[in-house]
C-alpha cells in the first residue's frame, strides 16, 4: 500500500507564532507568568488596588441614617444607596442611573483611554495584586515573576490550591453580603445550608466561578470574554491618553548600549515590555485589543532606559 501525503491548501495562510497571545500555533493554550517591574506607576496602581479591595470589604458593613451603605435587595425589590431606599417604581431614576453610567464609560474611556481596565477593574485588581503573588510565593518567584525554574510539586499545588478556595469563598461571602446584608448573612453562616438552600447554591456557584476564573480562565476574561476591549476603538480618539510605543524615538532597534553618534533608536531591544506584559501582547505593535493601559511596560522600559543612560518615558 502507498501513503498519499495531503497536498498543501496555497489558499491558507500559515498561522502566526501566537494566534491570541494567549493561544500557541497549534491551538494550545500559552500560559502567561509575567514579571514583576515595581516601578514608579506599578507602585501607584498597588496603593488603588489595595484601597479598591478593602472598600469592596467595607462598604456592606458601613451604614448612613440607620441603613446600609449599599443593599441591593433584589427578593424584596428594595436597593438602599448611600442611605437611601429606592423602590421599582423609581424607574426615572434607573433610567438616570443607566444613562450616567453609560456616558461616563464613554468619557472616561475619550479621556484616558483603558484606565478603568487597568486600575479598577476587579479582574485587574484581585488578579495582578491578590492571586499572581500567591502564584509567585508558591512557585518561588516572589518578587521578580516569570516562569519558576521548576514546577510546584503536588504539596504546594494542593496548598496553593487551598488558599485560593479560602480567598474565593471570603470574596463571595462579602459579594452576597450587598444583597442580603451582613446581619443575615452572618445568621446562614452559622446554620445549616439546608435550611437556606438557595443562597448557598448562589455562593458556592459564585466560588465555583471565581476559582475558574481565577486559577484557569485568568486573562482570558479581559482578551476574549469582557466585551469592552473591543468597544474601546470606537470610543477613543486622537485626544484620548493611551500607552503606546513612540516608534519615531525607538526605531530602528539595536540590542545594547548604542553609542552617541549611532544612527539608531533609543530602543535596545531587550523584549522586557513584553515579558511584563500581563496580557501577553508587544506594545510595540501598536495599539491593541487585549492592551488594558496597565503601564507595566512603561515602568519596564524606565528601568531599562536608566540602565543604558537614555531618557525615561
Not at 497536498?7 to 497549534?26: G, I
Not at 446554620?191 to 443562597?199: I, M, Q
Not at 455562593?203 to 480562565?217: P, S
Not at 553609542?259 to 513584553?274: L, R, T
Request: with cysteine; proline share 5%.
Amino acid at each position: 500500500m502507498t501513503s498519499k501525503t495531503v497536498p498543501e491548501n496555497d489558499a491558507l495562510l500559515d498561522a502566526p507564532d501566537h494566534v491570541l497571545s494567549t493561544l500557541e500555533k497549534d491551538g494550545s493554550r500559552r500560559w502567561l507568568r509575567p514579571k514583576l517591574a515595581p516601578g514608579f506607576w506599578w507602585h501607584k496602581r498597588r496603593i488603588i488596588a489595595y484601597m479598591l479591595m478593602v472598600i469592596f470589604v467595607a462598604i456592606p458593613h458601613l451604614q448612613v441614617n440607620n441603613k446600609p451603605l449599599i443593599l441591593l435587595d433584589i427578593a424584596a425589590r428594595k436597593f438602599t444607596i448611600f442611605g437611601r431606599t429606592f423602590l421599582p417604581t423609581d424607574t426615572m431614576l434607573l433610567a438616570l442611573l443607566i444613562l450616567t453610567v453609560l456616558f461616563s464609560i464613554v468619557l472616561v474611556t475619550a479621556v484616558a483611554g483603558r484606565v478603568w481596565c487597568g486600575w479598577a477593574c476587579p479582574q485587574t485588581v484581585y488578579m495582578e495584586f491578590l492571586f499572581r503573588p500567591i502564584d509567585r510565593l508558591f512557585e518561588g518567584t516572589k518578587g521578580k515573576g516569570g516562569k519558576p525554574k521548576k514546577g510546584m510539586n503536588g504539596a504546594l499545588q494542593v496548598a496553593r490550591f487551598a488558599v485560593y478556595v479560602v480567598l474565593c469563598a471570603f470574596l463571595a461571602h462579602t459579594f452576597l453580603a450587598y444583597f442580603v446584608g451582613v446581619e443575615r448573612l452572618s445568621e446562614w453562616v452559622q446554620r445549616s445550608p439546608v435550611e437556606h438552600p438557595v443562597p448557598f447554591f448562589v455562593m458556592v456557584f459564585t466560588v465555583g466561578l471565581m476559582l475558574f476564573d481565577f486559577m484557569f480562565f485568568r486573562e482570558q476574561l479581559c482578551l476574549i470574554a469582557c466585551p469592552y476591549g473591543r468597544f474601546q476603538s470606537v470610543m477613543l480618539d486622537e485626544q484620548s491618553m493611551v500607552v503606546a510605543y513612540d516608534h519615531i524615538r525607538g526605531e530602528p532597534r539595536k540590542k545594547g548600549k548604542h553609542a552617541p553618534d549611532e544612527k539608531v533608536g533609543d530602543c535596545v531591544d531587550c523584549n522586557q515590555c513584553v515579558v511584563v506584559c500581563p496580557t501577553g501582547i508587544d506594545i510595540r505593535k501598536g495599539l491593541q485589543m487585549e492592551c488594558i493601559n496597565c503601564t507595566q511596560c512603561i515602568d519596564a522600559c524606565d528601568s531599562v532606559m536608566e540602565k543604558v543612560a537614555r531618557q525615561q518615558a
